[in-house]
Nanobody, 123 residues
Framework: QVQLVESGGGLVQAGGSLRLSCAAS????????MGWFRQAPGKELEFVAA????????PYGDFVKGRFTISRDHVKDTVYLQMNSLKPEDTAIYYC????????????????WGQGTQVTVSS
């Protein structure tokens, strides 16, 4: 069983930055793909970014536009999401996810989910 634990969320002013972390435990994620989703109040779950086990990165969510960067550390079994130039519309709960199938991951049907971390961007 895999556990994903997010951290790094919080309150930030528009234009600011945050770095989210997602630490995996339970088994090594070295052959798993990991990624991030978000869900704003009253809205559907939205794909943010993903990174394959071999560091290949599929396209980011359309709204990212160069502001976010995903990275991972295999030694620490951790994936990160660096978010810059944050906007109020980025306010959401951000979820980490993992799966050995990239298609399952990017379509929002991964095997594993974290509990989420709240990101609030004030104007």
């Amino acid at each position: 069983q895999v556990q994903l634990v997010e951290s790094g969320g919080g309150l930030v002013q528009a234009g600011g930055s945050l770095r989210l972390s997602c630490a995996a435990s339970g088994r090594t994620m070295i052959r798993s793909h990991m990624g991030w989703f978000r869900q704003a109040p009253g809205k559907e779950l939205e794909f943010v970014a993903a990174m394959a086990w071999d560091y290949v990165t599929p396209p980011y969510g359309d709204f990212v536009k160069g502001r976010f960067t995903i990275s991972r550390d295999h030694v620490k079994d951790t994936v990160y999401l660096q978010m810059n130039s944050l906007k109020p519309e980025d306010t959401a709960i951000y979820y980490c996810a993992a799966d050995r199938n990239m298609q399952s991951l990017v379509t929002g049907e991964p095997d594993y989910w974290g509990q989420g971390t709240q990101v609030t961007v004030s104007s």
